[in-house]
């Protein structure tokens, strides 16, 4: 599977816009600590990865480095998109629409 940059931008717009259109504009995280697979056991679905594996993430600090990003004051990283997934991904289980 490829998938396009401009589609991938297509389809992240139509939801915000969306999320928008519905009354949202701003997003209340209830949570901060999150659990976090290494990436060597994250595809590997067919053996679970050990318990001594796992490591805690943190929204706020996830947030905190993409706004220096948005500001400029840290320049822009394409791991920084693993910080964003994090914010996403809490954001869609938390808002059902």
Not at 41 to 55: G, K
Not at 58 to 83: M, R
């Amino acid at each position: 599977m490829k998938i396009q940059l401009s589609e991938l931008r297509q389809a992240t717009n139509v939801l915000f816009d969306h999320l928008e259109r519905t009354g949202r504009t701003e997003i209340e995280v209830t949570e901060d600590f999150y659990w976090s697979i290494p990436e060597k056991h994250l595809y590997s679905v067919y053996a679970t990865p050990p318990e001594s594996d796992l490591t805690m993430g943190q929204l706020s600090d996830d947030w905190n480095e993409l706004t220096k990003i948005a500001s400029g004051k840290s320049p822009p990283l394409a791991y920084a998109l693993v910080w964003l997934s994090s914010l996403l991904r809490f954001i869609g289980t938390k808002l059902v629409s």
